[in-house]
């Protein structure tokens, strides 16, 4: 739910604990790119 209103893998990475961005990416279900696209233009 938090990624679907915020669109911030990097926050449910660290609420989940992954150490790798890729583990969440695979948890959540989205795509690579779609993934480091939203996190980049957030990050930004």
Do not use: C, F, P
Request: charged share 30%.
């Amino acid at each position: 739910m938090i990624y679907q209103k915020t669109k911030n893998i990097r926050a449910i990475q660290l609420l989940l604990g992954h150490t790798k961005i890729e583990n969440t990416i695979k948890y959540l279900g989205v795509e690579l790119e779609d993934a480091l696209r939203l996190s980049e233009e957030i990050e930004s």
